[in-house]
């Protein structure tokens, strides 16, 4: 059974930063691209960003760029999401998502807040 | 970015009801694979979005055969032949041809 589990969301001030995992099994992790999606609250879905199997290939949404860094180890079946300059508006669940094209599989996200 | 649209923001249907949800893309999402990136996910109430269908019409593992998904270029349709208690919840289109990846505005499903 595939299964993604996210931790490292909390509270957060404005300018701050947070590392989000994603442990993951049930899969052959190293065989698969990942990818990061957020949802600020009562809100729609918003693609972050994606990392190829390898680590070799990142995407990531303008409204993160140069702020956050996708990254994996393949060693241990995790993803990672580096949150730096935090703003009140990255304030979002944050889902870990398998997949490129299609996101197949979805962890049950976790939950950050950036305020003062 | 390609913009996906979805129609309507709402909508209210009846148990045992058939149901359809719309989405247009700004752009074709043909790739140059010969594949056409468009998924359709449901999202319950207080739960993750879960992945219904895949490449316009394919359905993911352990999805009901009631949900099917058409379409071409940038019109695409989810239909829910028979809408059961359990399919409440919003649902939405995302595309996966480009970069960045887009989701449509969702549609909020509600069993009358």
């Known amino acids: 059974e595939v299964q993604l589990l996210e931790s490292g969301g909390g509270l957060v001030q404005p300018g701050g930063s947070l590392r989000l995992s994603c442990a993951t099994s049930g899969f052959t992790f190293s065989g698969y691209p990942m990818s990061w999606v957020r949802q600020a609250p009562g809100k729609g879905l918003e693609w972050v960003s994606t990392?190829?199997?390898?680590?070799?290939?990142?995407y990531s949404a303008d409204s993160v760029k140069g702020r956050f860094t996708i990254s994996r180890d393949n060693s241990k079946n995790t993803l990672f999401l580096q949150m730096n300059s935090l703003r009140a508006d990255d304030t979002a669940v944050y889902y870990c998502d398998r997949g490129l094209a299609t996101l197949d599989f979805w962890g049950q996200g976790t939950l950050v807040t950036v305020s003062s | 970015d390609i913009v996906m649209t979805q129609t309507p923001l709402s909508s209210p249907v009846t148990l045992g009801q058939p149901a359809s949800i719309s989405c247009r893309s700004s752009e074709s999402l043909g790739h140059s694979d010969g594949n056409t990136y468009l998924s359709w996910l449901q999202q319950r109430p207080g739960q993750p979005p879960r992945l219904l269908i895949y490449k316009i019409s394919n359905r993911f593992s352990g999805v009901p055969d009631r949900f099917s998904g058409s379409g071409a270029g940038t019109d695409f349709t989810l239909k829910i032949s028979r809408v059961e208690a359990e399919d409440a919840g919003v649902y939405y289109c995302m595309q996966g041809t480009q970069f960045p990846r887009t989701f449509g505005g969702g549609t909020k499903l509600e069993i009358k």
């Open positions: 990392i190829s199997s390898g680590g070799d290939t990142t």
